[in-house]
């Protein structure tokens, strides 16, 4: 009896608050009261489906974390474009103006350099010496980029190609238009998760004129006939690539829109597979699937978890249930342990309080859609929401994951302290709105990481919706492939998660992880390992598990970018804090918890322990690494 009225104040409730937010609805409309971002609708297609066919060339380890870019005075051309994606991945950028390039390449040479970029934009002239010098670079095993080619580049790409002995392909114009751009699916070890992808782009309006001896990289679609946008040829040990079209950029992450793929994405595929483990990249690549609102029942509120979990087992995905913390009273035993016995198919998250509609809102809104939330009244909610996830927690054994999915949408950055101080270790919501009442940061990768610092210091992990076919995108960059959806648009048999699972099946095989969202925000980091520095580990969550997946101890440094004040790094083993960095030694095949802790904050009740095992330093299945003398 007890739990029948539970369930029938809970069903009350859930009408009381969805009847409000209908009338809202008709009353004031699209008012929302905050501006939307933007979303370019982009067509996105596989042209080339065959990629477990497709070979991979063996990935050299660089002697050097070193690129130099050779470009004319100015901020926004080409070399921009390399110097911003050198950054991006934690390289140690060297940039020269034409008059002053030749120390530069020269440098390149007897430090063994693996890229050299060269923007020919705006060159009018090539001093003597540089392709002479280019050449002997090149042929000892480096890369050399000639960027933002154009016709009008034609002359000074010439007299490059005569200094470097090779026939180089021209420029040609095309009409400006927008273009299906194709990343060749023969070689993965260039496009990777991109492969064989064609993406519609603006800004297409140069080509290379066909050349047998160059390999196709990246073409476009002029009407019916591919034609070549970047291209590569041999040349000794090393080789030159060649990328047309002229490169703007204000910063990176105004550039990621799919519509201007060809301003960096080749750039940043190049630099990936030049310098492998020397640029910043995920310990894996993650997906997850999120339903939001059910809760822990089967039938009325719930779901047929005992189906839910079948498509999961048979299709291999995770799925994190955004469960109402208000509704943990009517969860079900035969749920709870279900979830419990299958933590690698399911787990739940926090979602919002009560969701009484907008829960997290603006404290001053007036005459719009949400009604006004204070912050006292907001921060209230939170901590009834920790509140009930521990109580159920102690007496069911199954504890919330600590990740505050927002009904709705992200809540004012105001309140993003009292998330931190209770425990949570990050956020996740979708990607079309920053937090409430908040321009614009000014973080040249925002929205590029596994999660974004730029608010309060703390973690937001972005999620797409069903129509967003971008998750691609997100794989390339690093981020987790997060998509999510509501019960009656995903059907009994989840049919759109099942075929979005199958696509990032074929995109990363068994190299893509799928976990719940507790492990994907203590994985959210990124690594590197510098030839000079050795490992280095950039934190974007509140807790970490930092894996060594080696035979031998590897020594990290960490740092964590714009933590909240009062806070500082802590491991679970010997350690030492220098500076705000933390070192730590992890023995081999062992992983160690790094988290920030500040006075007076509290740590929530943690689910299963990392269960993640990191088979290397990036799960997805790359090319064989072998040394070199470049």
């Known amino acids: 009896m007890m739990q029948n009225a539970r369930l029938a104040a809970a069903v009350a409730w859930r009408w009381l608050w969805a009847g409000e937010d209908r009338l809202r609805g008709l009353l004031w409309g699209e008012q929302r009261g905050f501006e939307l971002r933007p ?59 034409p008059q002053h390039a030749a120390p530069v390449i ?7 350099w693996p890229l050299l970029g060269l923007s020919i934009e705006g060159l009018e002239a090539v001093p003597v010496p540089w392709p002479q010098l280019l050449r002997t670079y090149v042929s000892r095993g480096g890369t050399l980029l000639l960027n933002g080619l ?102 990176l992450a105004d550039a990621m829109s799919p519509l201007q793929a060809l301003v960096v994405l080749p750039a940043m ?54 469960t109402i913390p208000r509704e943990l009273d009517v969860a079900e035993p035969e749920v709870v342990d279900l979830i419990l016995r ?32 204070s912050l006292s009244s907001q921060r209230a909610a939170l901590h009834r929401a920790v509140s009930r996830g521990e109580r159920f927690a102690a007496r069911t054994g199954l504890a919330l994951d600590r990740v505050m999915v927002f009904p709705h949408g992200v809540g004012p950055p105001e309140i993003f302290p009292a ?11 979708y990607d079309d709105r920053y937090p409430l009442g908040m321009p614009t940061p000014d973080d040249y990768d925002l929205g590029m990481r596994p999660a974004d610092l730029a608010w309060e210091g703390f973690p937001l992990i972005w999620r797409r919706g069903l129509p967003d076919q971008m998750f691609r995108l997100d794989l390339f960059l690093g981020r987790p492939a997060i998509t999510f959806g509501h019960a009656r648009a995903l059907g009994p048999d989840l049919a759109p998660f099942v ?41 974007l969550s509140n807790e970490i598990c930092l894996h060594n997946p080696e ?33 730590i030694t992890i023995p081999p095949g062992s992983a160690r918890t790094i988290r920030l802790a500040g006075a007076g904050s509290r740590s929530l009740s943690s689910g299963q322990p990392c269960a993640l095992n990191i088979r290397g330093t990036n799960a997805q299945p790359l090319p064989r690494m072998e040394a070199s003398n470049h």
């Open 551 to 583: 035979a031998k101890a590897r020594t990290y440094r960490i740092v964590r970018a714009n933590s909240p004040t009062g806070f500082e790094l802590v491991a679970d083993g010997p350690h030492t804090l220098v500076a705000g960095a933390l070192t």
């Open 342 to 373: 299958n933590a690698t198919w399911l787990s739940a998250c926090y979602h919002g309080s009560d969701h009484n509609g907008y829960e997290f809102y603006l404290s001053s809104a007036k005459d719009s859609r949400h009604r006004a939330r």
């Open 150 to 251: 154009t016709s009008e580049s034609n002359r000074c790409l010439a007299a490059i190609s005569d200094g470097l002995g090779i026939a180089l392909p021209e420029a040609q114009r095309l009409d400006p238009a927008e273009r299906e751009v194709v990343f060749s699916a023969r070689d993965v070890t260039f496009a990777k998760e991109l492969a064989g992808v064609g993406i519609v782009a603006r800004r297409c309006e140069s080509a290379l004129a066909h050349s047998d001896a160059a390999e196709t990289l990246v073409s476009i679609r002029n009407g019916d006939r591919p034609m070549a946008v970047v291209s590569a040829l041999s040349l000794g040990q090393g080789r030159v690539v060649l990328s047309a079209g002229t490169q703007q950029i204000g910063r």
């Open 499 to 539: 075929e979005r699972a199958q696509k990032l099946h074929s995109i990363g095989g068994d190299g893509v992880r799928w976990a719940g969202l507790e492990d994907i925000a203590r994985h959210s980091y990124m690594q590197r390992h510098d030839p000079s520095l050795g490992w280095q580990v950039l934190m």
């Open 106 to 112: 020269d440098c390149a040479v007897r430090e063994q």
């Open 39 to 97: 979303r370019p609708a982009v067509a996105v297609s596989v042209v080339d489906p065959d990629v477990a066919a497709s070979r991979t060339r063996s990935l050299r380890l660089p002697r050097s974390s070193c690129i130099g870019v050779i470009a004319a005075s100015g901020g926004s051309d080409s070399g921009a474009v390399l110097e911003e994606v050198g950054n991006f991945y934690g390289l140690d950028v060297y940039r020269a103006v």
């Open 269 to 322: 595929m190049l630099v990936r597979e030049v310098y492998g483990e020397a640029t910043w990249r995920p310990p894996a690549s993650y997906a997850n699937f999120i339903v939001d609102d059910p809760a822990l029942r089967n039938g009325s509120l719930g779901l047929d978890y005992r189906r839910v979990l079948a498509l999961a087992r048979e299709h291999d995905f995770h799925l994190t249930v955004a």
């Open 419 to 429: 998330l931190q101080s209770l425990g949570f270790l990050a956020t996740c919501n």
